[in-house]
C-alpha cells in the first residue's frame, strides 16, 4: 500500500521531522485547550485577580490556537508521506469525522476570538472548547487507528460488507487521549502561566500582587497535570500498552513525566520560567518519542518497517526546502524579537538597533528567495526545452 | 488502494470542492491584502495621512480573524477532505512535494504570527518598523502563492515530470508561469473588493473611506483585467490538447461554470467601477454582495480547471479512481490496470472486501450484486453518486438517473456500455476481470430501480 514514488529523502529525516514538529504543535494546541479551560472558569469568578487571569487565559488560548493549527500542518505532511498507509486507511474509514475535523477547528477558533474581543461572553467559549475538544477526540482516533492493522479490514468491512459512510470512530484509547491531551493542557497551561509572569515581571504597570497569584496558579496546574497524566498514563500503559506489547515503556515514560513535574511544581517559580519551559520541551520529546516507538513497534508486527520505506535523493525539493528554512528562520525570529520588545512597557517600545539591522536584512532574505524561486524556475525552463 | 469514503450525504467530491473555493477565496485575498495595506500603510507616512491608520486597524483585525487563519486552515482542509476522497492522489501529491509544502509551512508561520505581530503593534512600535512587518507579510504571503501554483499546476500540466519522475520538473509545469501571473493579477481584484468592504464598514465622512474606495477601485480593475487578460491569452494556450477538448465538450464543461465564471467577472468589474466612478455609492453591504458574486465566479473557475484533467486525477499518470494508468510512468512504476484486468480486482485489492470474494468464483459464496458494489464503489464513486449515501440533492452526476437517461436499466445493458466507455474523452474504461464488469452491471441495475421505483413493475424494461 505505500505510494509507489517514494520518499523524497531517507525516511530517517523525515521521521526526526514528524517527531520534532509534533512537539511543537502538541504544546501550542495543549497550552490553547488548558487557557481556554482556566479561562472560562476565571470568568465564573467574581475575585479581581480571576477576572484579570481569565482576560489573559484567552488570549493566550486564542494565540496558542493559531499557532498550533500552524505548527500542525508540518507533523501532518511528514506522517503522510512514510507511514501514509497508516494515515490513509484512517482517513478513508473515518472519512466524516476526517472531513468535520477542519470545520470543527475553524469554527472553535471563531468562537474563540468572539469571546476575547467580547471578553464576557462564556457560552460561546464553552461551545469554543467543546468544538476544538471534538477536533483533538478526532485526531486522536485517526493517529490511534494506525496502531491496529490487523483490524483495518473488519473495521471497514463489518461482516464482510464495506460500510462507505465513514461515521464510526475506531482504534481510541480513553486514557491515552486523557494523558495526553487534558494531561498535558495542564502542564502546558503551568507553563504559559510562569512565562507569562516571568515577562511582565518588569512592567510598572501590572500589579506585583497579580503575577504571584498567576505564579501560584501555575504552580497548580503544573501540580494537577503531573497528577492527570501519571493516574491516566498508568491506565493507558495498561490498556493500550499492554494491547501492543508496550506497557512498561509507557508506563516508565507516563510516571517519569508526572513524577518530575510534581516535583517541580513545588519549587517553579516566575523566575525560572524559561528552564521550566526547557524541561517541559523534553518531557514533550520524551513523549513524542514514545508515540512514535509505539507506531513503529505496532506496523512491525505486520513487517512494515519505516526506516525501510523505499525512497529517492530529490535534490531540487531538497533545496528548495533548505533555501526557504534560511530565508524564513530568521525572519520569524525578528518578528518574536520585535513582539517581545513592544510589549516591554506599557505604551510599547521599539526593539534594539541591531534587531532592526535583523529585520532588514530578513527582508532582503526574503527578497533573495524570490529571487532564488525564479532562477530555479528559469533554469528547469532552459532545461525542459 | 485504500477504503471508500463515498461521503456522507453530500458527495466528497462536493465537499472537496466548497472547502477548495473557501480557501482560495481567503487566501487570494490575504495575499494580495498584505500588497494594498504595504501601500495604504506607505501612503500614510510618505503624504503624512495618519487617519489612513484606521482602514489598516480595520483590515487587519479582519484579515487576522478570517482570512489568515481560516485561508490557512482551509488550506489543511483541502488536504482533510482529499486525505478521505482520494487518498492516492493526493499521496502522489505528497510524496513528489512534501518538501515544497515544508517550504510553504515556514511562510505560513510568518503570515499566521506575522498578522498578530501587525495587529498588535499598532502605535507600539515606529511606524518604519511597522510598515517592515508589513512589507514582510507581503512577501511571505507571496511565498505561499509561489508554491501552491507548482503543485496546484502539476495535477493538470506534469509535464517533463512524467518522463523525469523529479519534482522540479513538476513543479515548474507548463502551466506554472501563466498561472502563477494571472493569479496574482486577479488576486488584486478580490482584495479590492475586500477593500470596499473594510473601507465602507468606516463612517461616511471617514477620510480613510474616501481615499481607499477609489484607489481600490483602480487597483482592482487593473488586476481582473489583467488577470482575465493572462488567462485567456496565455494559461489556456498553455493547457495540452486533451483539456482544450474538453473545454469544448458540454458533457465535461457544463454551460453553468463559464455562466458562473462570467458572472463573477461582470459584477466584480462593475462594483469596482463604481468605486472609481462613485465612491459615495459604495458601502459594506455592496463589498459583501460583490465578495459572494466573485466567490461564485472562481467556483465556476476552479471546478473548471478540476474538470478538465479528466479522466485523472494527476494527468497522463493516475485516474480520478485512483488507479494508476500511465505505460511509461517515472520512477519505474508500472500500470496499474493491465494486471487488475487480467488478476481481478478482488483478488488483488487488500479494501476490495466483499464476503467469498477472495475465493474462486460463484462457489466461494460470493454475493455478485455485492461484490458489484464493492467494484463500483471503487471504481466510479469519486466523480459518481453511487448510492444513496450521497444522494442528498440530486448527488454529483448521480448514476442510476444517467443510466436510465441512456437507456441503460438492466444488466445486459449496462453490462454493453461499460465496455463502450473508454470512447470518451473524459472517462477511463472500468477495470477488472470480465466477471467483475458482470458483477457492476448487476449491482448497477439494483440502484435503478431504488432510484426509479417505476422500472420494477416494468421488469427493467426501457
Known amino acids: 500500500m505505500r505510494d509507489p514514488l517514494g520518499a523524497p529523502i531517507h525516511p530517517l529525516p523525515i521521521q526526526i521531522l514528524l517527531v520534532v514538529t509534533y512537539v511543537l504543535h502538541i504544546f501550542f494546541v495543549t497550552a490553547a485547550i488548558g487557557s481556554l479551560a482556566v479561562g472560562l472558569y476565571g470568568l465564573s469568578r467574581s475575585e479581581e485577580n480571576w477576572k484579570r487571569l481569565a482576560q489573559v487565559a484567552v488570549r493566550l488560548a486564542t494565540q496558542a490556537t493559531g499557532l498550533g493549527i500552524t505548527m500542525g500542518i508540518a507533523p501532518l505532511l511528514f506522517v503522510q508521506v512514510i507511514y501514509d498507509p497508516a494515515w490513509y486507511a484512517a482517513t478513508t474509514v473515518m472519512g466524516l469525522w476526517t472531513t468535520l475535523f477542519i470545520p470543527a477547528v475553524a469554527l472553535g477558533y471563531l468562537f474563540l476570538y468572539i469571546l476575547y474581543l467580547r471578553g464576557n461572553i462564556a457560552g460561546v467559549g464553552y461551545v469554543s472548547l467543546l468544538l476544538l475538544l471534538l477536533a483533538g477526540w478526532i485526531m486522536h482516533n485517526l493517529s490511534s487507528f494506525g496502531l491496529y492493522p490487523s483490524r483495518w479490514v473488519e473495521w471497514y468491512a463489518p461482516g ?19 494523558a495526553l491531551l487534558f494531561g498535558q493542557a495542564a502542564l502546558s497551561l503551568g507553563v504559559m502561566l510562569l512565562l507569562f509572569a516571568w515577562y511582565f515581571r518588569r512592567r510598572e504597570d501590572v500589579p506585583q500582587a497579580f503575577l504571584a497569584f498567576v505564579e501560584s496558579q501555575a504552580r497548580g496546574a503544573l501540580r494537577l497535570g503531573s497528577i492527570l497524566f501519571g493516574l491516566l498514563g498508568a491506565v493507558w500503559a495498561f490498556s493500550q500498552g499492554a494491547e501492543l506489547g508496550m506497557a512498561l515503556p509507557v508506563l516508565i515514560v507516563t510516571l517519569a513525566v508526572a513524577a518530575t513535574f510534581f516535583l517541580h511544581s513545588q519549587k517553579a517559580s516566575s523566575e525560572r520560567a524559561l528552564s521550566t519551559l526547557g524541561l517541559y520541551g523534553l518531557a514533550l520529546l520524551v513523549v513524542g ?39 524564513a528562520v530568521p525572519v520569524i525570529v525578528y518578528l518574536a524579537q520585535v513582539i517581545y520588545a513592544s510589549g516591554l512597557k506599557k505604551e510599547g517600545a521599539d526593539p534594539a538597533p541591531s534587531v532592526e539591522r535583523f529585520g532588514d536584512l530578513g527582508v ?14 528559469l533554469y528547469v525552463l532552459a532545461r525542459t526545452f | ?11 466528497s467530491a462536493i465537499v472537496v470542492a466548497i472547502i477548495a473555493v473557501a480557501h482560495v477565496l481567503f487566501s487570494h485575498v490575504t495575499v494580495a491584502a498584505t500588497w494594498f495595506n504595504w501601500w495604504v500603510e506607505r501612503k500614510a507616512l510618505l503624504e503624512n495621512k495618519p487617519y489612513l491608520q484606521d482602514y489598516l486597524k480595520a483590515s487587519a483585525l479582519r484579515l487576522l480573524m478570517l482570512a489568515y487563519t481560516l485561508g490557512a486552515m482551509f488550506g489543511v482542509g483541502i488536504w482533510f477532505s482529499v486525505t478521505a476522497s482520494n487518498p492516492r492522489g493526493i499521496s502522489t501529491l505528497i510524496h513528489n512535494f512534501v518538501f515544497y509544502w515544508a517550504a510553504e509551512w515556514f511562510w505560513f508561520i510568518i503570515d499566521v504570527f506575522g498578522i498578530a505581530v501587525y495587529y498588535y503593534t499598532f502605535g507600539r512600535v515606529t511606524p518604519k518598523t511597522h510598515a517592515r512587518i508589513g512589507l514582510i507579510l507581503a512577501l511571505a504571503a507571496s511565498g505561499t502563492l509561489a508554491i501552491i501554483v507548482g503543485i496546484l499546476g502539476f495535477k493538470l500540466t506534469p509535464g517533463a515530470w512524467l518522463q523525469t519522475g523529479l519534482s522540479l520538473d513538476g513543479f515548474y509545469n ?22 470596499l468592504l473594510v473601507a465602507g464598514s468606516l463612517p461616511k465622512d471617514h477620510p480613510a473611506r474616501q481615499e481607499v474606495i477609489p484607489l481600490a477601485g483602480k487597483v482592482g480593475l487593473v488586476g481582473l483585467l489583467l488577470g482575465s487578460a493572462l488567462v485567456v491569452f496565455w494559461y489556456v494556450p498553455s493547457l495540452h490538447e486533451h483539456a482544450k477538448t474538453l473545454l469544448r465538450i458540454p458533457q465535461a464543461i457544463q454551460p453553468v461554470f463559464y455562466i458562473k465564471m462570467a458572472a463573477g467577472v461582470i459584477a466584480s468589474g462593475l462594483v469596482l467601477i463604481t468605486a472609481i466612478l462613485s465612491p459615495k455609492r459604495v458601502s459594506a453591504p455592496l463589498g459583501y454582495l460583490a465578495l459572494a458574486l466573485a466567490f461564485l465566479g472562481l467556483f465556476g473557475a476552479e471546478r473548471t480547471r478540476e474538470v478538465l484533467r479528466k479522466p485523472d486525477v494527476i494527468y497522463g499518470y493516475m485516474g480520478s479512481n485512483q488507479i ?14 493491465p494486471r487488475l484486468n487480467e488478476e481481478g480486482v478482488l483478488q488483488r485489492l487488500p479494501f476490495a472486501v466483499a464476503p467469498g470474494a477472495k475465493g474462486a468464483g460463484p462457489t466461494s459464496g460470493l454475493d455478485p450484486v455485492e461484490a458489484g458494489r464493492v467494484l463500483v464503489t471503487l471504481q466510479c464513486s469519486s466523480c459518481h453518486t453511487v448510492s444513496k449515501n450521497t444522494a442528498f440533492l440530486g448527488g454529483l452526476r448521480p448514476l442510476p438517473p444517467l443510466l436510465k437517461r441512456r437507456g441503460m436499466t438492466d444488466a445486459p445493458a449496462i453490462r454493453a456500455y461499460l465496455e463502450a466507455i473508454g470512447g470518451f474523452p473524459y472517462m477511463h474504461p472500468p477495470v477488472g476481470t470480465s ?16 432510484f426509479f421505483p417505476e422500472l420494477r413493475t416494468e421488469g427493467g424494461a426501457k
Open chain 2, 324 to 337: 494508476i494508468y500511465a505505460e511509461k510512468a517515472p520512477r519505474g512504476i508500472k500500470a496499474e490496470a
Open chain 1, 160 to 178: 464482510g460488507v464495506p460500510d462507505t459512510r465513514g461515521v464510526v470512530f475506531h482504534g481510541y484509547n480513553l486514557p491515552r487521549f486523557g
Open chain 2, 435 to 450: 466477471e467483475e464488469k458482470e458483477y457492476m452491471a448487476m449491482y448497477l441495475e439494483k440502484p435503478i430501480k431504488e
Open chain 1, 289 to 327: 518519542i514514545l508515540r512514535e516507538g509505539m507506531r513503529t513497534a505496532a506496523l512491525e508486527r505486520m513487517g512494515y518497517s519505516v526506516l525501510q520505506y523505499p525512497f529517492v535523493w530529490d535534490w531540487g525539493s531538497i533545496l528548495l526546502f533548505v533555501a526557504t528554512a534560511l530565508a
Open chain 2, 174 to 195: 507548463p502551466s506554472f508561469w501563466p498561472m502563477l501571473f494571472a493569479r496574482f493579477a486577479l488576486m488584486f481584484a478580490l482584495t479590492a473588493l475586500y477593500a
Open chain 1, 364 to 377: 532582503r532574505l526574503l527578497v533573495g528567495w524570490f529571487i532564488f524561486y525564479f532562477a530555479l524556475g
Open chain 2, 1 to 11: 488502494m485504500y477504503p471508500v469514503w463515498e461521503g456522507y450525504l453530500i458527495h
